[in-house]
């Protein structure tokens, strides 16, 4: 809910697409630079009193931008903007524990015969989350204040902790306790330089998502381009999503059978197409289409990239690793909208869509041809 709440109530109160960018840019840089010590830090600590503790503050961060949108102080519209942008960057701050401490508490939740089929059903169950709330943020911006839609996500996490407080603690693994957090970090590097096929997904999926990405230019596109409102906007950015979760679910029930690798580089690479398609797109339904196709793609590329981290990674190694994945996809994520926006801003909103389409391309190419460890990958 909250890019939808924020992309709308920022582009509604600056009409500029840079700053949509700088969002992105406010939330990646902290998330960075904390990636890898905070991946040593959860893989020496209860995983279980990271996420809570990490949940509370978005919580206490949710609270704030509610105040921050509404009418109670008399902020100009550049005292609003700064603030919200370091709110953004300071969930980049808490994104850096909460990500690798949910990825490598999985693990500790389910037996290893069961780990694959529990990291299908808990994506998917991240997607609904993810299908769900945009569409219903996009449908209170026309009834409620933006701070009011605030005010609902606090409830839901509230709801959240508690829920997530009833799972009992798990043991830590402590023999990596003593060493130093450079050397800690050192060693999930290297294990993902070492492992070509893991490191090719994902360097793969990071350009894909850098340039191919359209998710900050959503609202100019549903506002100005296709001239429709915010549940216009909330249901266009539901569509990946959908996509994501129809692909998953049907891979969870039948499985890949061989040549995983080829099937990557393709999907990645229909991503591009797609992304291009919508970008021309006058049609709502063409542009709805395009994104859901996109998201079938993405689930499919998602199902393989998750699939190689689970059986790949050692379990005293999957926060550090979890940490540097983070930063090759999540964290792309938010690259990407920053590219999104400055190229808008210098290119155009369409044209800057078919940029990135064309160089998603260009990527799936170089892949295809120059990671064959990639290419040839199966399990």
């Known amino acids: 809910m909250v890019p939808v709440l924020l992309g709308w109530y920022l582009y509604s109160l600056t009409g500029s697409k840079l700053v949509l960018g700088f969002v992105g840019l406010c939330e990646v840089i902290p998330a960075i630079l904390l990636a890898l010590p905070a991946g040593a830090k959860v893989?020496?600590?209860?995983?279980?009193?990271?996420?809570?503790?990490?949940?509370?503050?978005?919580?206490?961060?949710?609270?704030?931008?509610?105040?921050?949108?509404?009418?109670?102080?008399?902020?100009?519209?550049?005292?609003?903007?700064?603030?919200?942008?370091?709110?953004?960057?300071?969930?980049?701050?808490?994104?850096?524990?909460?990500?690798?401490?949910?990825?490598?508490?999985?693990?500790?939740?389910?037996?290893?015969?069961?780990?694959?089929?529990?990291a299908s059903v808990n994506s998917m169950t991240w997607l609904l989350g993810a299908i769900v709330g945009p569409t219903l943020a996009g449908f209170l911006i026309g009834f409620i204040p933006v701070y009011l839609g605030f005010i609902l996500i606090v409830v839901l996490l509230i709801c959240s902790f508690f829920i997530f407080s009833f799972i009992l603690p798990k043991p830590v693994l402590r023999e990596n306790i003593k060493v130093k957090t450079w050397t800690s970090v050192k060693e999930g590097l290297e294990f993902v330089w070492n492992q070509k096929a893991l490191f090719g997904a994902m360097g793969?999926?990071?350009?894909?998502?850098?340039?191919?990405?359209?998710?900050?230019?959503?609202?100019?596109?549903?506002?100005?381009?296709?001239?429709?409102?915010?549940?216009?906007?909330?249901?266009?950015?539901?569509?990946?999503?959908?996509?994501?979760?129809?692909?998953?679910?049907?891979?969870?029930?039948?499985?890949?059978?061989?040549?995983?690798?080829?099937?990557?580089?393709?999907?990645?690479?229909?991503?591009?197409?797609?992304?291009?398609?919508?970008?021309?797109?006058?049609?709502?339904?063409?542009?709805?289409?395009?994104?859901?196709?996109?998201?079938?793609?993405?689930?499919?590329?998602?199902?393989?990239?998750?699939?190689i981290f689970q059986l790949l990674v050692p379990d005293h190694l999957r926060g550090r690793v979890s940490s540097v994945s983070s930063i090759f996809i999540n964290s792309s994520n938010e690259l990407g909208q920053f590219e999104s926006g400055v190229a808008a801003a210098a290119l155009g909103t369409v044209p800057s869509v078919v940029f990135g389409g064309c160089m998603t391309l260009l990527f799936s190419g170089i892949a295809w041809f120059k990671i064959p460890t990639l290419k040839k990958l199966e399990y």
């Open 204 to 307: 793969l999926d990071m350009f894909a998502v850098l340039f191919g990405g359209a998710v900050a230019l959503l609202p100019v596109f549903a506002k100005d381009i296709l001239e429709a409102g915010p549940q216009t906007f909330g249901l266009l950015l539901s569509a990946t999503y959908f996509g994501n979760f129809l692909a998953i679910l049907f891979l969870t029930k039948y499985p890949l059978n061989g040549k995983q690798g080829y099937r990557l580089i393709y999907s990645v690479a229909g991503f591009g197409v797609c992304m291009i398609v919508f970008a021309l797109s006058k049609s709502f339904i063409l542009s709805f289409m395009a994104l859901f196709v996109s998201g079938l793609f993405d689930g499919v590329s998602v199902i393989i990239r998750g699939t």
């Open 43 to 118: 893989d020496v600590s209860d995983k279980r009193y990271l996420i809570l503790r990490s949940i509370f503050f978005f919580i206490l961060l949710a609270l704030v931008l509610a105040l921050v949108s509404s009418e109670i102080f008399d902020f100009g519209v550049e005292v609003r903007t700064i603030l919200i942008f370091t709110l953004v960057g300071l969930t980049g701050v808490i994104r850096a524990y909460i990500s690798p401490s949910f990825s490598a508490f999985l693990a500790q939740l389910v037996s290893k015969e069961q780990l694959v089929h529990g």
